[in-house]
């Protein structure tokens, strides 16, 4: 990668990381889960609120952990919103290979939502630190369990 995108990236990472977006508490909320990554000491919670046909109408976050995890969680509640539960989960798995495998194929996921992964691609880069990863999954991890009637989930 290039010395400027590089920058660039770690930018919008320190922008996110310091000026969580969506960090409040919905009273609207309809799941909500508590994320802990005892790794790091990342403690996140994540707030949803779903209408009646499964569209994520609001997400947000609350919690504190290092730049990497609240940056993710930050980035995850704007790119959530109007989505589906089912895309919501796709973006997980997609986001997820992007930052464990090397040879991740950006073109086969491209149905997933190429824009949101691009700006996910931004965090892409713990791939070159495994124990990095489970920063800037836990949000995610967070927002699946949520979705799934679980209300704690961690990394361990
Ligand atoms: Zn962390």
Request: aromatic share 6%; proline share 3%.
């Amino acid at each position: 990668m290039f010395d400027e995108l590089r920058e660039l990236y770690q930018e919008v990472i320190l922008d996110h990381g310091r000026n969580p977006r969506n960090f409040r508490h919905p009273e609207d909320a309809t799941c909500a889960a508590h994320g802990n990554n005892p790794m790091c000491g990342d403690t996140l919670t994540v707030y949803l609120a779903l209408d009646d046909d499964g569209v994520i109408r609001d997400a947000a976050l609350e919690g504190k952990g290092c730049a990497i995890s609240v940056a993710s969680a930050s980035m995850m509640t704007e790119i959530l919103k109007g989505r589906t539960a089912d895309e919501a989960k796709r973006l997980f798995d997609s986001f997820h290979g992007m930052c464990t495998e090397d040879d991740f194929d950006m073109a086969a996921a491209e149905d997933a939502d190429p824009d949101a992964l691009e700006r996910l691609g931004v965090l892409a880069g713990v791939r070159e630190f495994p124990v990095r990863v489970k920063c800037a999954t836990l949000a995610w991890h967070t927002m699946s369990a949520a979705m799934a009637g679980e209300t704690e989930v961690t990394t361990e």
